[in-house]
Structures are given as structure tokens and as C-alpha cells.
């Protein structure tokens, strides 16, 4: 399982970022993809998930109405679209694959997004 992702830097609040992870080595239609961040100083937080049909999603709700998550099961890539960005968004956020029928879970190196003017 390999899972690298994109995208992160600094961005002012008010601003957007879209990361995105390049997923193979495995099935990635049989495995729910999910985005968590880590800010300094704290434990890693579920950000967002992407089930492995495509049709659900579910997100912190720090994040609701500001951040979406969508996957391509054909280029095996999952994105993160983030708007109206805040400082307490700072962050490492990895990618994470779960497959289905397990709790084992696969994580990315992460990127790290910067909010502050």
C-alpha cells in the first residue's frame, strides 16, 4: 500500500488549498479513504471520510461547509477541497486507506498546510 500525498503550503485565512493522494499497491475501490490532520502539540483528528462506493461522506464538524472530500476510483486518487481556510487549520494532514473488511489502517507521510497571513 502506498499513499503519497500533495498539495499542502501556506495559504492566508480566507484562502483555499485541494489536496490530493495518489493511492496504489491495493484494491482502492474496496477501501474507505479518509483525510486527518495533526497541528502541533495535538493528537491526530479525523478529518474527513469517503466511504469506498463514492456515495457517502462524513466530516468533523470543525470542517462542515468548508471542506470536501471526493475520490476517483479510476486514477485511484482522493482530494480534499478546503475553503475558507482558518490558522487553527494548520496542520499535517495524511491520507489514510481502510479496507472494508478491517480495522488495519495505511497512512500517508502527510503534508503540511499553513494557515496565517
Known amino acids: 500500500v502506498q499513499l503519497v500525498e500533495s498539495g499542502g503550503g501556506l495559504v492566508q485565512p480566507g484562502g483555499s488549498l485541494r489536496l490530493s493522494c495518489a493511492a496504489s499497491?491495493?484494491?482502492?475501490?474496496?477501501?474507505?479513504m479518509s483525510w486527518y490532520r495533526q497541528a502541533p502539540g495535538k493528537e491526530r483528528e479525523l478529518v474527513a471520510t469517503?466511504?469506498?462506493?463514492?456515495?457517502?461522506?462524513n466530516f468533523a464538524d470543525s470542517v462542515k461547509g468548508r471542506f470536501t472530500i471526493s475520490r476517483n476510483n479510476v486514477n485511484y486518487t482522493v482530494s480534499l477541497q478546503m475553503n475558507s481556510l482558518k490558522p487553527e487549520d494548520t496542520a499535517v494532514y495524511y491520507c489514510?486507506?481502510?479496507?472494508?473488511?478491517?480495522?488495519?489502517?495505511?497512512w500517508g507521510k502527510g503534508t503540511l498546510v499553513t494557515v496565517s497571513s
Open positions: 489514510n486507506a481502510k479496507p472494508v473488511w478491517s480495522t488495519i489502517n495505511y
Open positions: 469517503v466511504r469506498s462506493g463514492g456515495g457517502s461522506t
Open positions: 499497491g491495493f484494491r482502492f475501490t474496496m477501501y474507505d
